[in-house]
Every structure is written in C-alpha cells, then in structure tokens.
C-alpha cells in the first residue's frame, strides 16, 4: 500500500515537472515574440543625458518606439531610455537601470552603450529651447542620486557626433 501510494506521488511529481518545462518553454516563445527585456544586466555606472529633439511628450515617443522597435520593458513599456522627464518635470521610469535600453547605436559597439549605461531623456528640442526649470530641478535631484551611487554622467554628444542633448542642456550641465 505504502509502495502504490509512493509510486503514485513520483508519477505525480514527474507530470508537475513535465508541465513546468512546458511553462518555461511557452514563457521563452512569450518573451521572444514580444522582444521583452528582462533587468539581468550588471548594474551600469554610466548615465547618458539626452533631449527628446521634438516636443513630443511620453507616451508620444513610447508609442513611436513601440512601433520602431518593440522592444518592451519589465514595466511595459517601450521607450528606448530608461528614464523620462517631461516639461512639467514629472519623471517617468520606463526600463530598470539594470535593463537593456535602446538610446544609443554607436557604430562598432551597438549595444555596448545600451547594455552599460543608463538613457536619461528631456523633453524637448534643447538645441533651440532651454529647458524648463521644472525640468531642470528633476534632473539636478536625479543627476545628485546617480553621482551619490558612483556613476560617471555623460551627454549624448560626448559619445558620438550629434547636437543631443542640445547646447542649452549643455550649457547648463557644464
């Protein structure tokens, strides 16, 4: 008795991991399918400062990612920085910082920068409008917390040719 009673328990555990594989094999089809990122990566210590180059808002440049690239977040988005500050200042977390990202394409390191550093974003074309000071008062407390964890900041333009993050957020980081 004691003997069918643990035959029957092995036959049960053996369908439980058979259906677990499963699981997993249909979670790895998911996320393929949807291009989703997963925060595995090593923490960067790189933050790369950029400006949106339009007025477009959030959910504007989310949308035109999603349809660019479909590269989902863990936090369901798709905005390629990982983070987010609109003119009014509030700051949208789109990726983990430990997340891959999508805002930069150096030529012979495609993903290295996005893989090794952290996209912070400004609304705005900061090369013909200064930003908000709004703008400016959430990026100073997130430029404080990432210079506090040890990151080393840097701006779009410094790591290859380009006007971004524009002179005025330029001026105003130097």
Sequence with gaps: M?????????????????????????????????????PNLPMPKILVIHHGGGSWGFDQVNNHHRNKWGFKSSLGFYLGYQKWIEYTGQLYIARRDNEEGAHLAVEGKPHWW?????????????????????????????????????????????????????????????
């Design 114 to 174: 996005n893989r090794n550093s952290v996209g912070l974003c400004l609304q705005g074309n900061l090369e013909i409008k200064k930003p908000t000071e709004w703008q400016l008062m959430t990026l100073k407390d997130e430029l404080d917390s990432y210079v506090a964890r040890g990151f080393e900041i840097e701006y779009h333009g410094n790591i290859e040719p380009t006007a971004c993050p524009g002179k005025y957020l330029v001026e105003w980081l130097k």
């Design 2 to 38: 004691a003997k069918n009673i643990l035959e029957n328990l092995i036959e049960k555990l053996e369908k439980a991991k058979l259906q677990l594989l499963i699981l997993q094999l249909q979670l790895r089809v998911i996320f393929l399918q949807q291009k989703l990122t997963i």
